[in-house]
C-alpha cells in the first residue's frame, strides 16, 4: 500500500457514497445519512473531545484549528465552533466538494492536499490539529511523516488531538483483520460487500507514535484506548503537546 494509492481509494470513495465513506454505518450505505444528522455526530464526538482536552488544561477555544483528513467536514464544522478559523484539509476533491456544500456559511475553509506532508502550511500555524478516524487508513511510514509535520506546524503551547488503529479486537470480524492478508480483506470487501474502494486498516503501535512525536519536538500528554465494535478495531487516542517556547 501507496500514499498514492490511499488517495485513489478515498477519491473514488468519495465520488461513490462520501457521507458514509467518512462515518460508516450499515444502514447509512447508498446515500441514506441525513446531512444534518451527520454533522450532529461530529458536534456529539468534538464536545467530548474538548471536554478531554479541558481536563487537561488545553482549550476550550483556539485561534487556528487543522482538520487534518476532514472528508466531508464533519468535524470541521464541529470545531468551528471552538475556534477562530478552522482548516479542514483532505487528498479526495469529491470529499471537499461536499464539505463546502454542506458549509454554505463558509465558516471553514477546505484545502486539498496531495502530497505526504503539511508543505503547504508554514511553521507554528496552528494552535490545535485534529484528526480522527483518518490516519488508521494510512501506511505506517506515511503515518510516521505526518506525525512530525503536526508537530512542525503546532505553535508553541498547541496541541494536537490524534487516533490510530492499534489492534484488531477478538470478534469475528477483528480476527479476519488479524489473520488474513491485507490484499484478501481488500478483495472481500470489493467483490463481497461492494465497496466502491477498499478501506486499508493500519496497524501502529503507541509506542512508535511516542518516539516519533518525541524525535520531532513534541510530547504525548495523554492517551486513552477505545474499543470500536463497529470498526472491530482498538484505537488509541492521543493528546501531543508542542514544547516548544
Not at 151 to 171: D, N, Y
Amino acid at each position: 500500500m501507496s500514499f498514492d494509492d490511499v488517495r485513489r481509494d478515498w477519491i473514488r470513495l468519495g465520488a461513490h457514497d462520501p457521507l458514509w465513506a467518512v462515518y460508516v454505518a450499515a444502514d447509512k450505505r447508498g446515500g441514506r445519512w441525513d446531512p444534518a444528522q451527520f454533522l450532529a455526530t461530529g458536534r456529539e464526538d468534538v464536545a467530548a473531545s474538548v471536554g478531554w482536552l479541558g481536563r487537561l488544561g488545553f482549550g476550550p477555544r483556539w485561534a487556528r484549528v487543522l482538520d487534518f483528513g476532514c472528508g466531508a467536514g464533519r468535524l470541521s464544522q464541529a470545531l468551528a465552533a471552538h475556534a477562530d478559523e478552522v482548516v479542514g484539509v483532505d487528498v479526495s476533491p469529491p470529499m471537499l466538494e461536499v464539505a463546502r456544500r454542506l458549509d454554505p456559511s463558509g465558516r471553514c475553509t477546505f484545502v486539498l492536499n496531495s502530497s505526504s506532508n503539511l508543505s503547504a502550511f508554514d511553521d507554528a500555524s496552528f494552535d490545535l490539529v485534529y484528526s480522527e478516524l483518518v490516519l488508521q487508513h494510512l501506511p505506517a511510514p506515511v503515518i510516521d511523516g505526518y506525525l512530525t509535520e503536526f508537530v512542525r506546524v503546532l505553535r508553541p503551547g498547541g496541541v494536537a488531538l490524534l487516533q490510530c488503529t492499534t489492534r484488531p479486537l477478538w470478534t469475528v470480524k477483528g480476527t479476519v483483520w488479524r489473520v488474513a492478508p491485507g490484499w484478501l480483506v481488500h478483495l472481500a470487501q470489493r467483490v463481497f460487500l461492494r465497496y466502491p474502494a477498499p478501506m486499508r486498516m493500519t496497524r501502529y503501535a503507541p509506542e512508535r507514535l511516542r518516539s516519533v512525536v518525541a524525535a520531532a519536538g513534541g510530547a504525548v500528554a495523554a492517551s486513552e484506548p477505545v474499543d470500536d465494535r463497529t470498526t472491530h478495531w482498538r484505537s488509541t487516542r492521543f493528546v501531543v503537546s508542542s514544547r516548544r517556547s
